[in-house]
């Protein structure tokens, strides 16, 4: 058990003291399949006796619906976006992710501040303002990154309820009014930053262009080990035919 | 800087100073004599961003803001009002008027335990001021004026989140003294223009004009006068304008 360790100055408000759970965190682009993981995986980790708990991207008590608010109005800056997802990241890690590290339990991560630096990259503000304000993020035990490129990614986007989102095709930053080349042009942008951001910080980086069961097999190879020394609560939950087809065979199992 | 810096034609000028210290009534008069003197004035205030402010509400109401969310909450309404308001503003040549700026955050932040080397890392888009001035009152003066108008005390005004003091007044008084402390290590770290709050208003007031004044050359001038000059033309008193705007506009 390891006392918090923070990216930059420990954060007020922050005890010092040990946390006895594990932070896992999927970091990929829109598309490239990470809620899909999160459910298997909750499943994977409570079937074998972990409690888990699981949050992403604006689901703040604090600020999650004024950001939806905020971003249909359109008129957003990247600053003032930034410190509005910042202030989201910030209420989940304080109310969310903390108490569940706390009570010994895994927090399971969909999308860290690495989406949100690498976002933010791309849209014009440096490297050095990015890193200042997310350096009160805690240090997370295990990042997987979730790899893609354009062609395995157009597909699935296209094939998703909601299709190219105004956001996530870069439309309030490219000057260009065509949907789809923004598409391309955001997320090759996107993906160079992530893979920018997956050397510096040593993601353990899946190849997310393979089938689910493939995918999900490299993602419990990468988790066990981090959570392999975490007191259980005994494995009360069964997992179902689909998960356990897919998950490695476990020792002791 | 996120961005590069361009020169901006306009004037920044911004007052700072602990509740009490009437600052925003020297603001205000001195918005009205360059609002005679025909300048385009814009007026910002702390906490007034349209697409923030509503988060920050809530996170007072319910109790929700810690130190850190504290400050990065008030950082985005900040930033979305330099984004939409100061900085188009001092691009086309306007007077900027700013009640409470980054000093405000550098001082009650850092009283809230947050580092100060992040915070002014943070808040570097903002934009440097022409003038900064803070309304210096002893605190028990503060206290004296602030008890004369103020129904009750809020939570978070009277610093209850940081655990000083259970009763909201002696909180209060523990939390403006300790920014206190912090404006004093600001004033001489920016520069602020520091102004005797104890002085009489109108003594204050020319001092502050004073000052101002020699950084007024080439600022922007209303275009057109304003549409009580219209009125007094016609001869009509604006019953219709007071009725659907309220009779700010036609008094001022």
Known sequence: ?253 | MPRSENVLPGRLIIVEGIDGSGKSTQLDLLRKWLVNQGYLVIFSEWNSSPIVKGITRRGKRKQLLSPMSFSLIHAADFASRIYSQIRPALQSGAIVLADRYVYTAYARDAVRGVNRAWLRRVYSFAVPPTLAFYFDVPLEEAMRRISIGRPELKYYEAGLDLGLHDDPYESFQKFQGLIQAEYNRLVDEFGLVRVDATESLVHQQQRMREIVRPHLDGAMRQPNPAPVDALHVAGLLGHQRSERNGTREVSA
């Not at chain 1, 992403?56 to 999650?64: E, P």
């Not at chain 1, 930034?82 to 927090?107: C, H, K, S």
Request: with cysteine.
């Open chain 1, 1 to 253: 058990m390891n006392a918090p360790s923070f990216y930059g100055e420990h954060p007020p408000g922050i005890e010092h003291t040990p946390l006895p759970g594990r932070l896992v965190v999927i970091e990929g682009t829109d598309g490239v399949g990470r809620s899909t993981h999160i459910a298997l995986l909750k499943e994977w980790l409570e079937a074998r006796g972990y409690a888990v708990v699981n949050t992403g991207l604006r689901r703040s008590q604090l600020a999650g619906r004024g950001i939806e608010r905020a971003k249909a109005g359109n008129t957003l800056d990247p600053i003032t976006l930034n410190l509005l997802y910042a202030t989201d990241f910030w209420d989940r890690l304080e109310r969310q992710i903390l108490p569940a590290m706390r009570a010994g339990m895994v927090a399971l991560v969909d999308r860290y501040i690495f989406s949100l630096m690498a976002r933010a990259r791309v849209r014009g503000l440096t490297a050095e303002w990015v890193e200042n304000l997310f350096g009160f993020a805690l240090v997370p035990d295990l990042v997987v990154y979730l790899d893609i490129d354009i062609e395995h990614l157009v597909p699935r986007v296209l094939s998703s309820t909601t299709g190219f989102d105004y956001w996530e095709s870069g439309q309030d930053y490219l000057p260009s009014p065509d949907v789809y080349a923004n598409f391309v042009e955001h997320q090759t942008r996107l993906l160079a930053e992530f893979r920018r951001l997956a050397a510096e910080h040593a993601f353990t980086t899946v190849d997310a262009r393979r089938p689910v069961s493939e995918v999900f097999k490299d993602l419990c190879e990468a988790i066990e080990p981090v959570v392999q020394s975490m007191a259980t609560f005994g494995s009360d939950v069964t997992e179902s035919a689909e998960v356990a087809s897919m998950r490695p065979s476990l020792p002791g199992t």
